[in-house]
Structures are given as structure tokens and as C-alpha cells.
């Protein structure tokens, strides 16, 4: 099993510009999300989804986009970059029962945006 | 607010010896308590998991621990190899809506 995959490693928008950021599984995980971390922050929650066809807000939602049309696919799009959005990006999956779920998150290898 | 706090922020230590990280937290409700290791230029691995009822988990030479009413945890790393180094994040599983919060992390070096 590859685990969690994230293309591309490394990109530098110009301010104004778009792109998506891709994230597969093939672990068969219900659920998927998507973190940002600054440096020397903790890591915040954009945006997650619990199945196919259901996304949410996290902490941090503001300037991005997700969809999940798919079990293994969860692409976040920024519209517009900012450098505020400067920071590194890892989608990660688990397979979750819930709130009280003790489930594992397993973490893609991230991708390092830079917005100038 | 739901914090998770951790100290020390960086911790230098020789190859060989042992050490301790703290965790403290606000949370709540708890659901779990869970240590990740997250080395440079990587995604965060799992090392342990601790509910409510857990005192203590092992994970080889991670030895993480969980008091509950003080609210705090701290992992203990034994014989310290030079692949210990690394960011060590402690995150607090909130019980109502299943919301996980990262502290920043400590990082520690072992040197040889």
C-alpha cells in the first residue's frame, strides 16, 4: 500500500493565481482531511469529509476548497492565493466510528507552498 | 479556550540517555490523548493513543503517560537513538464534535 500520497512536493504561486492540491488514499479510509502548519504553530484543520460526497469545515476554511467525489480522493483547491497562505499542507485519512473513535490518522508527506 | 501546551519547545540531549516531554491540556470534553512523531520534511506518525481510562502506553521505547484529572501527559523516550530526532506533538482529541488540537510541538535532538 502506498498510504497517503499528495502531489505536488513543492510549488510557488504568484498572488491572484490558483491550483489544487491533490491527496489520494488506498487504505479504503471513510475519512480524510486537509491541515495547514506554520511554522512554529501547531497544525489547523481546513477542511474534512467523513465519506464520499461529504465535505465540512475545519478551523481554517477561509480561501479554500474541497471535494470528495470519490473514497480515495480528496483535492483542496485555493482560489486566489495569498501569501497568508504561505504554509505546508498534509491531507491525512483514518478510518473513523465517530467522535469517540480512538482511530489512527495517517498523514501524506506534505506539500510545502510558498505564495509570493 | 481548548489549548494543548507543551514544553519544553526544544530539548538537546546525548545519544544513550533518556528523556521527557510534557503535554498539558484545557480540553473538553477528552476524548483521547495522542503523541505523534513528525520528522523534518515529513507528515506526523502515530505513536500512541490514550483514552480516559489509560494511565500508561508503550510503543518499543516510547512510554507515554496520561493524568487525566491534572490534565496533563507526558512521553518518555529510553535509550535515545539519533533517529529520536524529531518533533514530538502531543494532540487532544475534544469529545462533542471529535475536533483534534495539536500543541506546537517539541523538538528534539540527540547527538551522538
Known amino acids: 500500500n502506498a498510504g497517503v500520497t499528495q502531489t505536488p512536493k513543492f510549488r510557488i504561486l504568484k498572488i491572484g493565481q490558483s491550483m489544487t492540491l491533490q491527496c489520494a488514499q488506498d487504505m479504503n479510509h471513510n475519512y480524510m482531511y486537509w491541515y495547514r502548519q506554520d511554522p512554529g504553530m501547531g497544525l489547523k484543520l481546513i477542511y474534512y469529509s467523513v465519506g464520499a460526497g461529504i465535505t465540512d469545515k475545519g478551523e481554517v476554511p477561509n480561501g479554500y476548497n474541497v471535494s470528495r467525489s470519490t473514497t480515495e480522493d480528496f483535492p483542496l483547491r485555493l482560489e486566489l492565493a495569498a501569501p497568508s497562505q504561505t504554509s505546508v499542507y498534509f491531507c491525512?485519512?483514518?478510518?473513523?466510528?465517530?467522535?469517540?473513535?480512538?482511530?489512527?490518522?495517517?498523514f501524506g508527506p506534505g506539500t510545502r507552498l510558498t505564495v509570493l | 479556550k481548548n489549548q494543548v501546551e507543551q514544553s519544553p519547545q526544544s530539548l538537546i540531549i546525548l545519544e544513550g540517555k533518556n528523556c521527557t516531554l510534557q503535554?498539558?491540556?484545557?480540553?473538553?470534553?477528552?476524548?483521547?490523548l495522542r503523541w505523534y512523531k513528525q520528522d523534518t520534511g515529513r507528515g506526523p506518525v502515530s505513536l500512541t493513543i490514550?483514552?480516559?481510562?489509560?494511565n500508561t502506553k508503550s510503543n518499543g521505547r516510547y512510554t507515554a503517560t496520561l493524568d487525566a484529572d491534572t490534565k496533563q501527559s507526558s512521553l518518555h523516550i529510553t535509550a535515545s537513538q539519533l533517529s529520536d530526532s524529531a518533533s514530538y506533538i502531543c494532540?487532544?482529541?475534544?469529545?462533542?464534535?471529535?475536533?483534534?488540537?495539536f500543541g506546537k510541538g517539541t523538538k528534539l535532538s540527540v547527538k551522538p
Open positions: 491525512a485519512s483514518s478510518y473513523s466510528t465517530g467522535q469517540g473513535s480512538t482511530d489512527t490518522q495517517y
Open positions: 503535554c498539558n491540556y484545557t480540553v473538553s470534553p477528552f476524548s483521547n
Open positions: 490514550m483514552t480516559f481510562s489509560e
Open positions: 494532540v487532544v482529541k475534544e469529545g462533542s464534535q471529535g475536533n483534534l488540537i
